[in-house]
């Protein structure tokens, strides 16, 4: 029998694609079948309100799951968003205290901006189901489509579910994996031309993480 690991086929790593905010970016999504998919529902250039969001993923494939990404809301914003657009996971990006997250009844990813390894000491505090990585700057929670020192990040994958964003592309993701070996890989700005989601970045990156070129 052939595995699928001879054909070069990856299983391990699932994908996420985020900051979608318009049909032509469901319609990428329904052809393309990434893992999971992201509305920003926090202040960026991506914010997306709930009523657009609750119309997109009513036309989304449901096989692929939604994650909602909000910025230091109250706990009740985050419900009543979560439940008015049916979201599968709730990703906390900004500076939640540990206890916030025991508040939903759905899965929780926290995000941690990684600077140095002194980034990764508040995770042993946090009771969430998935650890998003990104890249720590001054002036922005993430999005800003710049990369961190991955090996700072490389035995982390083996104690938890780590979903690493921060400046990955079709042209890094292959080093991005190997390094990180993280359980969901998180992508927006790296599949995007203009600011808006572009279906041939989008293809290429998904065929990348699937197939270990």
Request: positive net charge; contains cysteine.
């Amino acid at each position: 029998m052939i595995s699928l690991k001879s054909l070069g086929v990856n299983k391990l790593t699932k994908i996420k694609i985020c900051g979608l905010k318009c049909e032509d970016d469901i319609l990428y999504a329904n052809k393309l079948k990434p893992d999971y998919v992201g509305f920003v529902f926090a202040k960026s250039k991506r914010q997306i309100d709930k009523y657009i969001a609750k119309k997109l993923i009513t036309k989304l494939d449901k096989n692929i799951k939604t994650v909602g990404v909000f910025l230091n809301n109250s706990v009740d914003t985050v419900k009543e968003i979560a439940e008015f657009c049916e979201l599968d996971i709730i990703q906390l990006h900004g500076d939640e205290p540990p206890e916030y997250c025991n508040f939903f009844d759905r899965e929780v990813w926290k995000a941690f901006r990684v600077k140095t390894k002194e980034s990764f000491k508040n995770l042993k505090h946090y009771n969430a189901n998935g650890y998003l990585l990104d890249t720590y700057t001054k002036e922005a929670y993430g999005g800003t489509g710049k990369a961190f020192n991955w090996s700072l990040a490389s035995k982390i994958s083996k104690e938890k579910f780590i979903i690493l964003a921060g400046g990955l592309s079709e042209n890094s993701i292959d080093k991005a994996i190997d390094i990180v070996k993280p359980a969901v890989v998180d992508v927006s700005s790296g599949v995007e031309t203009n600011g808006s989601k572009d279906f041939d970045k989008m293809e290429r990156f998904i065929g990348k993480v699937r197939m270990i070129i």
